[in-house]
């Protein structure tokens, strides 16, 4: 049984920092790329990172290119989003999700996942 468990979420000032953390277990988790996505108040669902299964490529929307770090820990069973330089509009739910592929063609990503997790929401407020 595949299962995905957000951690780390929280509320945080403009232009402060979180870490979220993603634990997962029934499936190797070495063998599959990862995404996480978030969901804000009254808009779509966001894809905001992925690393490929051994961790060697990633991709980042346009909004949080060179804020955010996605990394994983497949010793651990673990995915990561560090976000830094944290702005209102971050405020979202952030949900990880289990890709279908191990990679995808590098410099064009799309979203193919199976699982998700419950999400952790994240509120960037003065």
């Known amino acids: 049984q595949v299962q995905l468990v957000e951690s780390g979420g929280g509320l945080a000032q403009p232009g402060g920092s979180l870490r979220l953390s993603c634990a997962a277990s029934?499936?190797?988790?070495?063998?599959?790329?990862m995404s996480w996505a978030r969901q804000a108040p009254g808009k779509g669902l966001e894809w905001v990172s992925a690393?490929?299964?051994?961790?060697?490529?990633?991709y980042y929307a346009d909004s949080v290119k060179g804020r955010f770090t996605i990394s994983r820990d497949n010793a651990k069973n673990t995915l990561y989003l560090q976000m830094n330089s944290l702005k209102p509009e971050d405020t979202a739910l952030y949900l990880c999700?289990?890709?279908?592929?191990?990679?995808?063609?590098?410099?064009?990503?799309?979203?193919?996942?199976?699982?998700w997790g419950q999400g952790t929401q994240v509120t960037v407020s003065s």
């Open positions: 999700a289990k890709d279908k592929r191990p990679r995808w063609s590098s410099g064009s990503y799309y979203p193919s996942y199976d699982y």
């Open positions: 029934g499936f190797t988790f070495s063998s599959y790329a």
């Open positions: 690393i490929y299964s051994d961790g060697s490529d990633t």
